[in-house]
């Protein structure tokens, strides 16, 4: 069946059952290899993308569900020489260890930020906490978005 979404602000048609996961689709179909499988169950976060502007599990979520809605994956928000500064905040603390989890983790973090650009600590850790590290660089995380925060709001649109 044919299905369009847009991902990444394209719209893109897609050859898929209505029932394949948007994870299958993304990395399958598209070739946005930043969004990962980790568990299948919507327990690490790993699969986390952006729904409407909603963190959503894509490894759960079927494409049929999605179609016509706007889907941002981690490639959606910069690149490698025009990063969001999510990004670059992650890079500048050293958040990630194994790098595993974090575009689950950014793209939940860029919700948060959308909706409240000055966070508290406990904001943050209650966005973030369907995601699951097993490198325990929460804290790192953490400072992370605090510091994109404070880009943001200093001027660097997101």
Do not use: W
């Amino acid at each position: 069946m044919d299905i369009t979404l847009t991902v990444n602000g394209a719209a893109r048609r897609v050859e898929a059952a209505e029932t394949a996961s948007l994870l299958e689709v993304l990395r399958n179909h598209l070739g946005l290899m930043g969004t990962r499988y980790g568990c299948g169950l919507e327990q690490c976060g790993c699969c986390t993308v952006l729904v409407d502007g909603e963190p959503a599990y894509a490894c759960t979520r079927e494409v049929g569900t999605v179609a016509g809605r706007a889907v941002i994956t981690i490639e959606g928000l910069g690149s490698a020489t025009d990063m969001h500064p999510l990004q670059q905040a992650f890079v500048d603390e050293q958040a990630g260890q194994c790098g595993y989890c974090l575009s689950g983790i950014i793209v939940s973090a860029k919700a948060l930020l959308d909706r409240n650009p000055q966070p508290s600590r406990a904001d943050i850790v209650t966005a973030l906490d369907r995601h699951l590290c097993r490198c325990g660089t929460h804290q790192r995380i953490i400072r992370a978005v605090q510091r994109a925060a404070e880009t943001m709001r200093n001027g660097r649109p997101a």
